[in-house]
């Protein structure tokens, strides 16, 4: 995980919850967000955590744009409530093919 965060050149730190070991990575500005999301466009992740990482993009996108900030936060806050246990609807085109 340390090199990972090296070569994005972000932060890396570790933290524990009921008991569980895991890592938290901070990006806080949009140019290394733009390079983790072209990374993992290129190289998706085979979880469900890709479907929320769509709707990630979705959002990135809706907070680069020109609409007002309470359109921003109306249609960000509609997407949000769909990740992680609230999914309830998966696509998984992105395993159908492979890139040789």
């Known amino acids: ?4 965060a090296d070569f994005f050149e972000v932060r890396l730190t570790e933290s ?3 008991l569980t070991k895991y890592w938290l990575v901070e990006i806080n500005s949009f140019s290394k967000l733009k ?4 990374y993992l466009e290129n190289y998706p992740l085979l979880s469900s ?3 929320d990482f769509k ?6 996108d809706i907070l680069l744009s020109s609409l007002t900030f309470e359109t921003k ?3 960000v806050l509609q997407i949000k409530e769909r990740f992680n246990r609230n999914r309830t609807v998966f ?3 992105h395993l159908m093919f492979q890139k040789v």
């Open 16 to 18: 524990i919850h009921s």
């Open 35 to 38: 390079i983790l999301r072209a």
């Open 49 to 51: 955590k890709y479907n």
């Open 73 to 75: 936060q109306v249609r």
């Open 55 to 60: 709707d990630w993009c979705t959002i990135f």
């Open 1 to 4: 995980m340390k090199k990972i």
């Open 91 to 93: 696509d998984w085109s």
